[in-house]
């Protein structure tokens, strides 16, 4: 939880505000997994903050709807850039999706 919180404070990703008038803060939880490996051991915990926008009102507490997706026609289209340039590519892992 502690590393969550750092990557959330070292990336900037939120701030105190003032709540506007007439408006409720939505609540959110710690969501906790135990990632276990082939032969059914534990291999690490892994934990994360989620937001209940389940509460939320669709024109009252928001106008969009936003999805980090990616859709497997982009991932496709990209390595086929890369084989053609010939550029190196590699793949690593996000600790923090903000």
Same mark, same amino acid.
């Given at each position: 939880m $502690?590393?969550? @919180? $750092?990557?959330l %404070?070292v990336n900037n990703?939120?701030g /105190? &505000?003032h /709540?506007p008038?007439?408006?409720k803060? @939505?609540?959110s939880?710690?969501v906790?997994?135990?990632?276990l490996?082939?032969d059914? *051991? /534990?291999?690490r915990l892994k934990? +994360?903050r &989620? !937001? +209940?926008g #389940?509460?939320q009102?669709? +024109? &009252?507490?928001?106008?969009?709807? #936003?999805s980090?997706?990616?859709? %497997?026609?982009t @991932?496709r289209t @990209? !390595?086929? /850039?890369?084989a *053609?340039?010939?550029? %190196? %590519?590699s793949?690593?892992?996000? $600790?923090?999706? #903000?």
């Amino acid at each position: 939880m $502690n590393k969550e @919180i $750092n990557a959330l %404070m070292v990336n900037n990703t939120w701030g /105190l &505000v003032h /709540l506007p008038s007439r408006k409720k803060a @939505i609540s959110s939880n710690w969501v906790y997994k135990a990632k276990l490996k082939s032969d059914g *051991s /534990l291999g690490r915990l892994k934990v +994360r903050r &989620v !937001i +209940r926008g #389940f509460t939320q009102k669709y +024109r &009252v507490d928001y106008q969009e709807v #936003f999805s980090l997706g990616v859709k %497997m026609a982009t @991932i496709r289209t @990209i !390595i086929a /850039l890369v084989a *053609s340039k010939g550029w %190196m %590519m590699s793949q690593w892992g996000v $600790n923090n999706a #903000f």
